[in-house]
């Protein structure tokens, strides 16, 4: 790319205002999108793009029908084949139960937290409007608080056994096995099990120290689980940060590795746990001491499911209420939340499939999109729920029709609720800021490497609204520049006729 492409590219909002006043307004939209296309450097790489008006009618089409790796626009479909088969009040209980009797305010067994699948025990904001009563919640152990409240209301006081945190109510297999080696330390790739808590990740802060000396590194909530092996050094302003974290195979111990700028501000990193079961049964265990409550045995975690079968049939010593699957969507969409997205698909395979696993919810959303959208079965191929694989791969045809038909849905308010607007907080934060676009863009975004992706409605100036889906493949622009040059092929579909 030459450089003057780079000035052109990163001048991105100046450009989309001039494609609204540009001569080429008066041609059609098939002759703009491809002169913007054919233009040097975006001719050099593969494209998919798809319009239609709000019924699904074609306006536009280039490589509509093929297969490209969409990101995390594959959010678009967990999330839609949710909206759709589950009611937007759908719940699920996180329960405690004693696998022996209660005698005397003691538990005369293990202490066993289960859970269904819940994502929503976070510190987290669940709508772009954080004034709101009740959609922020500060304390990501409140639903233990409760947990552990309860059982000293209900008069225990010791707990005799373990603490053991079961995910069982999820197949075993945690980490997918199409995943990058290389992304399994990072938030983005948690394992995802039954029992989650705090999106089964860890705040890892980094402080610059002395100079050539190790920078100083936190992990929070730290529970005592998890070593830090520090790799690290402080190095001179102006030197770039280049963090990275591994971690050893079956080990939970993490490995930071890199430079860190004297002058650096603090920025979190967040990690993800090794094992998300026992870690919330060590949550759970220090929740119970600061209620006076004392554990004699260990803590563990399980994803055994008939290990504490009977004690799951009996009646629970205390229970949780998730928050409702509107705000499972939300981080879903809105800043695309890959966690939530892999906890949402096992979750419609345990609830419309054979069990909570992988396979199950991809064959549930497998039979939504033939079934109820109408998509071309050829035209699509689902590994995971996030998009995080690359071995995902959907057409930008199956996406405008999955959009159309969502639109139409007596759902659709609850699931467009979550989606990014241009200009709002969200994914879309910074992008159509100061053009005709601002607030007039709601798209579902994607990147990995050599991926970008947007896929969703414009409003055009004219006020009709457009359905899109843009996929960028097997590109080395990286993901700055060819994001801008995306917007301006948005800035085109929303300039008009």
Same mark, same amino acid.
């Given at each position: 790319?030459?450089?003057?492409?780079?000035?052109?590219?990163?001048?991105?909002?100046?450009?989309?205002?001039?494609?609204?006043?540009?001569?080429?307004?008066?041609?059609?939209?098939?002759?703009?999108?491809?002169?913007?296309?054919?233009?040097?450097?975006?001719?050099?790489?593969?494209?998919?793009?798809?319009?239609?008006?709000?019924?699904?009618?074609?306006?536009?089409?280039?490589?509509?029908?093929?297969?490209?790796?969409?990101?995390?626009?594959?959010?678009?479909?967990?999330?839609?084949?949710?909206?759709?088969?589950?009611?937007?009040?759908?719940?699920?209980?996180?329960?405690?139960?004693?696998?022996?009797?209660?005698?005397?305010?003691?538990?005369?067994?293990?202490?066993?937290?289960?859970?269904?699948?819940?994502?929503?025990?976070?510190?987290?904001?669940?709508?772009?409007?954080?004034?709101?009563?009740?959609?922020?919640?500060?304390?990501?152990?409140?639903?233990?608080?409760?947990?552990?409240?309860?059982?000293?209301?209900?008069?225990?006081?010791?707990?005799?056994?373990?603490?053991?945190?079961?995910?069982?109510?999820?197949?075993?297999?945690?980490?997918?096995?199409?995943?990058?080696?290389?992304?399994?330390?990072?938030?983005?790739?948690?394992?995802?099990?039954?029992?989650?808590?705090?999106?089964?990740?860890?705040?890892?802060?980094?402080?610059?120290?002395?100079?050539?000396?190790?920078?100083?590194?936190?992990?929070?909530?730290?529970?005592?689980?998890?070593?830090?092996?520090?790799?690290?050094?402080?190095?001179?302003?102006?030197?770039?940060?280049?963090?990275?974290?591994?971690? $050893?195979?079956?080990?939970?111990?993490?490995?930071?590795?890199?430079?860190?700028?004297?002058?650096?501000?603090?920025?979190?990193?967040?990690?993800?746990?090794?094992?998300?079961?026992?870690?919330?049964?060590?949550?759970?265990?220090?929740?119970?001491? $600061?209620?006076?409550?004392?554990?004699?045995?260990?803590?563990?975690?399980?994803?055994?499911?008939?290990?504490?079968?009977?004690?799951?049939?009996?009646?629970?010593?205390?229970?949780?209420?998730?928050?409702?699957?509107?705000?499972?969507?939300?981080?879903?969409?809105?800043?695309?939340?890959?966690?939530?997205?892999?906890?949402?698909?096992?979750?419609?395979?345990?609830?419309?499939?054979?069990?909570?696993?992988?396979?199950?919810?991809?064959?549930?959303?497998?039979?939504?999109?033939?079934?109820?959208?109408?998509?071309?079965?050829?035209?699509?191929?689902?590994?995971?729920?996030?998009?995080?694989?690359?071995?995902?791969?959907?057409?930008?045809?199956?996406?405008?029709?999955?959009?159309?038909?969502?639109?139409?849905?007596?759902?659709?308010?609850?699931?467009?609720?979550?989606?990014?607007?241009?200009?709002?907080?969200?994914?879309?934060?910074?992008?159509?800021?100061?053009?005709?676009?601002?607030?007039?863009?709601?798209?579902?975004?994607?990147?990995?490497?050599?991926?970008?992706?947007?896929?969703?409605?414009?409003?055009?100036?004219?006020?009709?609204?457009?359905?899109?889906?843009?996929?960028?493949?097997?590109?080395?622009?990286?993901?700055?520049?060819?994001?801008?040059?995306?917007?301006?092929?948005?800035?085109?579909?929303?300039?008009?006729?």
């Amino acid at each position: 790319m030459t450089n003057r492409t780079e000035q052109l590219l990163r001048l991105a909002p100046p450009l989309l205002l001039l494609l609204f006043v540009s001569p080429v307004e008066a041609q059609s939209l098939q002759k703009r999108l491809d002169h913007a296309l054919d233009a040097p450097p975006l001719n050099r790489h593969l494209w998919g793009v798809a319009v239609a008006d709000t019924s699904g009618k074609l306006l536009y089409s280039r490589n509509g029908d093929r297969l490209f790796i969409p990101a995390s626009n594959t959010k678009l479909v967990v999330t839609a084949t949710a909206a759709v088969l589950l009611p937007p009040d759908f719940t699920v209980a996180t329960s405690a139960y004693g696998s022996g009797p209660v005698t005397n305010g003691v538990l005369q067994g293990h202490l066993v937290l289960y859970g269904r699948g819940d994502p929503t025990m976070a510190e987290r904001c669940f709508a772009v409007d954080t004034t709101t009563s009740g959609v922020c919640v500060k304390d990501a152990f409140w639903a233990l608080r409760q947990l552990a409240r309860t059982l000293k209301a209900n008069g225990v006081r010791t707990i005799a056994g373990d603490v053991v945190g079961d995910g069982s109510y999820f197949e075993p297999e945690m980490l997918h096995p199409t995943w990058e080696h290389d992304d399994l330390p990072w938030w983005y790739a948690a394992p995802v099990s039954g029992l989650g808590l705090s999106d089964n990740s860890l705040r890892l802060t980094t402080q610059p120290t002395q100079l050539d000396a190790p920078a100083q590194l936190a992990l929070a909530p730290w529970l005592g689980d998890v070593t830090l092996e520090n790799r690290t050094r402080t190095v001179a302003e102006g030197q770039p940060r280049t963090l990275d974290v591994s971690r $050893e195979p079956c080990s939970s111990g993490l490995i930071v590795a890199g430079d860190v700028p004297i002058s650096g501000r603090d920025r979190p990193d967040y990690v993800a746990v090794s094992d998300p079961n026992h870690y919330a049964a060590l949550a759970f265990r220090q929740v119970l001491a $600061e209620e006076g409550i004392a554990v004699l045995g260990a803590t563990r975690g399980t994803t055994d499911s008939l290990l504490y079968r009977a004690a799951r049939q009996s009646t629970p010593l205390a229970e949780v209420t998730s928050r409702p699957l509107s705000d499972w969507i939300f981080p879903i969409l809105n800043t695309s939340q890959n966690w939530y997205a892999e906890m949402l698909l096992k979750q419609l395979g345990r609830r419309f499939g054979a069990g909570g696993s992988w396979h199950e919810g991809l064959a549930v959303e497998r039979r939504f999109l033939i079934d109820s959208v109408g998509a071309d079965s050829t035209q699509f191929s689902l590994s995971d729920g996030s998009g995080l694989s690359a071995v995902n791969l959907v057409s930008p045809q199956t996406f405008v029709q999955l959009l159309a038909f969502m639109r139409r849905h007596q759902r659709y308010s609850v699931w467009a609720a979550g989606l990014p607007k241009s200009g709002q907080p969200g994914s879309l934060r910074t992008r159509f800021v100061s053009t005709p676009l601002e607030g007039r863009v709601t798209a579902k975004t994607g990147s990995i490497s050599t991926v970008n992706s947007l896929s969703g409605y414009v409003e055009r100036v004219d006020g009709r609204t457009v359905i899109f889906s843009i996929q960028a493949n097997h590109h080395v622009l990286g993901s700055r520049s060819m994001i801008a040059a995306i917007d301006s092929v948005v800035a085109v579909i929303g300039s008009g006729r």
